[in-house]
């Protein structure tokens, strides 16, 4: 069975410092990995996929992630995060007709 | 398009007491889920369907029902609600077919629901 495991609930962070969010999968399938991202109040957006092809894939607002098949990894990454980046990130492997998320990571960014 | 749309927004219920949560989407999208979302806990799956006429169980069903006689619409019922239910309740939509990996679901904007 799939499973998602997001070891970090809370990430704090300074704005302009890079950020880091776990993400270790179990799959005994093919593996497609997401990442989503849920603004305050709002539903959850899909930031970035993994499908097949490159292992490094990024989203239109400079986060990244590595698909590392050997260490069964997702981790999302940022190189300088920016107030706007508040937000809960969910990690999230493919199932049987199903998306299955992780508990989340929030990632709190200050001034 | 208005994506997908979920009624009402927030919502107070008595223990015992059964509503419906509404949600519809206007892409033509085969496959709908509901999921809920509780601190620490993130998303769970409470039911799904692949299209019309076709529902299942997912992980958190109990105390919930579902029926789909549209591809517009999925609505979510809570038979006799109970505090447990207190919750955020998600809608999800996608294309389904054989071969499509995307897998890339798109949200409603949530229900807020609470159970005295």
């Known amino acids: 069975a799939q499973s998602v495991t997001q070891l970090d609930s809370q990430v704090p962070v300074f704005e302009e410092a890079p950020v880091e969010l776990r993400c270790n999968y179990s799959?005994?399938?093919?593996?497609?990995l997401f990442w989503y991202v849920q603004y305050p109040n709002q539903g959850l957006q899909l930031l970035l996929k993994?499908?097949?092809?490159?292992?490094l894939v990024e989203s239109i607002n400079g986060f990244e992630a590595e698909f590392n098949k050997s260490q069964t990894s997702f981790h999302l990454r940022k190189p300088s995060v920016h107030i706007s980046d508040t937000a809960e990130y969910f990690c999230a492997v493919r199932g049987t007709d199903k998306l299955i998320f992780g508990t989340g990571t929030r990632l709190q960014v200050f001034p | 398009n208005a994506g997908v749309t979920q009624t009402p927004k927030f919502q107070v219920l008595k223990t015992g007491q059964s509503m419906t949560l509404q949600c519809a989407q206007d892409m033509n999208h085969e496959y709908m889920s509901w999921y809920r979302q509780d601190p620490g806990m993130g998303l769970r799956l409470i039911h799904y369907?692949?299209?019309?006429?076709?529902?299942d169980q997912g992980e958190v069903p109990n105390g919930y029902n579902v029926s789909r006689s549209t591809t517009e619409d999925f609505p979510l019922r809570l038979l006799s609600a109970a505090p447990s239910q207190t919750s955020v309740y998600f809608c999800?939509?996608?294309?389904?077919?054989?071969?499509?990996?995307?897998?890339?679901?798109?949200f409603g904007p949530g229900t807020r629901l609470t159970v005295t």
């Open positions: 999800a939509s996608r294309p389904f077919s054989t071969g499509d990996l995307s897998y890339e679901q798109y």
């Open positions: 799959s005994s399938v093919s593996v497609y």
């Open positions: 369907s692949v299209g019309a006429g076709i529902t």
């Open positions: 993994y499908l097949s092809g490159s292992t």
